[in-house]
């Protein structure tokens, strides 16, 4: 099983980027997915959750900017990060609960300049 992240980039402050993750491999099941986030210097943090039956979360530094929706035909977990600002500039990981087990993606740089 594998999360393939993609989608980050250089975007000035005010901007918007959608995150994409997908999951491939033996999948039988795939429960909970989110998105984390890791800035220069600074502990990975939560920035979206999504559970098996669709409920969302979010921290209050994000709440109201990013939405986090789940394809599950596709396998697929995404982050809409809108109103971007210098601060949510860092290295974005999705996870999965597959098969019981979780799964880290490899990290999409997202840079927001001021």
């Known amino acids: 099983v594998q999360l393939q992240a993609s989608g980050g980039g250089l975007v000035q402050a005010g901007g918007s980027l959608r995150l994409s993750c997908v999951a491939s491999?033996?999948?039988?099941?795939?429960?909970?997915m989110g998105w984390y986030r890791q800035a220069p210097g600074k502990q990975r943090e939560s920035v979206a959750g999504?559970?098996?039956?669709?409920?969302?979360s979010y921290p209050e530094s994000v709440k109201g900017r990013f939405a986090i929706s789940r394809d599950i035909a596709k396998n697929t977990v995404y982050l809409q990060m809108n109103s971007l600002k210098p601060e949510d500039t860092g290295v974005y990981y999705c996870?999965?609960?597959?098969?019981?087990?979780?799964?880290w993606g490899q990290g999409t740089l997202v840079t927001v300049s001021s």
């Open positions: 491999g033996s999948i039988f099941s795939i429960g909970s």
């Open positions: 996870d999965a609960y597959i098969n019981r087990q979780s799964y």
């Open positions: 999504i559970t098996g039956g669709g409920s969302t």
